[in-house]
């Protein structure tokens, strides 16, 4: 299994950029394909970021390109979200993911969740 910790959220201004963490463990983190996530207030969680186990390769919502940057450091069992130019928009819960499968990448079978972390953006 793979038990996934999210850190970093917190409150910020438009414009300001942001960290979010994910700390991972368990066997199979190194290999696994990771997703960021979000569910802003009163809507459904959506695709975010993903990076294949290597990271090797990104995918990104068109909501974010540009903006965002996802990383993963298997040396440390981390992964990251580098969040720029922030916009109201973009509160909402954030969630890791983890994909323990092999061969889906770009498309994730998202089986393993951290707990999430509260980004809100004030205008």
């Known amino acids: 299994q793979v038990q996934l910790v999210e850190s970093g959220g917190r409150l910020v201004r438009a414009g300001d950029s942001l960290r979010l963490s994910c700390a991972g463990t368990g066997q199979r983190f190194k290999s696994s394909d990771m997703g960021w996530f979000r569910q802003p207030p009163g809507k459904e969680r959506e695709f975010v970021a993903g990076?294949?186990?290597?990271?090797?390769?990104?995918t990104y919502a068109d909501s974010v390109k540009g903006r965002f940057t996802i990383s993963k450091d298997n040396h440390n069992n981390m992964m990251y979200l580098q969040m720029g130019a922030l916009k109201p928009a973009d509160t909402a819960v954030y969630y890791c993911a983890a994909d323990p499968l092999p061969g889906n990448f770009p498309t994730g079978t998202w089986r393993y969740w951290g707990q999430g972390t509260q980004v809100t953006v004030s205008s």
């Open positions: 990076i294949d186990w290597s990271g090797g390769a990104e």
